[in-house]
T-cell receptor
């Protein structure tokens, strides 16, 4: 089982360049997320999509856009990359929140992005 | 404003010892408290989780203790092993997860 697959694994961008991080899940999950991970800051939610056709801002949405292309795919776009966006980006997905069970989020393996 | 505060930032434990990581939260609407484990170069993965209607949950060597009145919860790793060396994140949620800042655990033989 692939789970959550994100590409690319590594990317170096120049300031002002644009790029799109791709993410796909094969678990038939409704919800998908994009997080960034920075030293000492933990995992911060950038955007999420509770279901196909909907997207919402998380804690740190500035400088990013997202597209929920279909139920499987959720992309993150940096329109004009800045050094402050140097980070590790994680895509994740989850099923429906179940009372008494919770809502397990499954993460991809991360995309290391450096903006110079 | 950080909604989930985690400590310590790093922890060094000898093999066989007990590792304890603490978290505190502010939002009383949170109703699900998971812990995630992350190895270098990998994404986080669910380790163990608890709901606020119980005070403790144990799975093997891993135990969550939950204090609803104090709005605190902690992860205890008994008989810590070098293979437990990883970064641990606490989290809390209503409909989406809010993560703590992480604790890097190193277990030495």
């Amino acid at each position: 089982n692939a789970g959550v697959t994100q590409t690319p694994k590594f990317q170096v961008l120049k300031t002002g360049q644009s790029m799109t991080l791709q993410c796909a899940q094969d678990m038939n999950h409704n919800s998908m997320y994009w997080y960034r991970q920075d030293p000492g800051m933990g995992l911060r939610l950038i955007y999420y999509s509770a279901s196909e056709g909907t997207t919402d801002k998380g804690e740190v949405p500035n400088g990013y856009n997202v597209s929920r292309l279909n139920k499987r795919e959720f992309s993150l776009r940096l329109e004009s990359a800045a050094p402050s966006q140097t980070s590790v980006y994680f895509c994740a997905s989850s099923g429906v929140f179940e009372t008494g069970v919770g809502n397990t989020i499954y993460f991809g393996e991360g995309s290391w992005l450096t903006v110079v | 404003q950080q909604q989930v505060k985690q400590s310590p930032q790093s922890l060094i434990v000898q093999k066989g010892g007990i590792s304890i990581i603490n978290c505190a939260y502010e939002n009383t609407a949170f109703d699900y408290f998971p812990w995630y484990q992350q190895f270098p170069g990998k994404g986080p993965a669910l380790l163990i989780a608890i709901r606020p209607d119980v005070s403790e949950k144990k799975e093997g060597r891993f135990t969550i203790s939950f204090n609803k009145s104090a709005k605190q919860f902690s992860l205890h790793i008994m008989d810590s092993q070098p293979g437990d060396s990883a970064t641990y994140f606490c989290a809390a949620s209503t409909d989406k997860l809010i993560f703590g800042t992480g604790t890097r655990l190193q277990v030495f033989p």
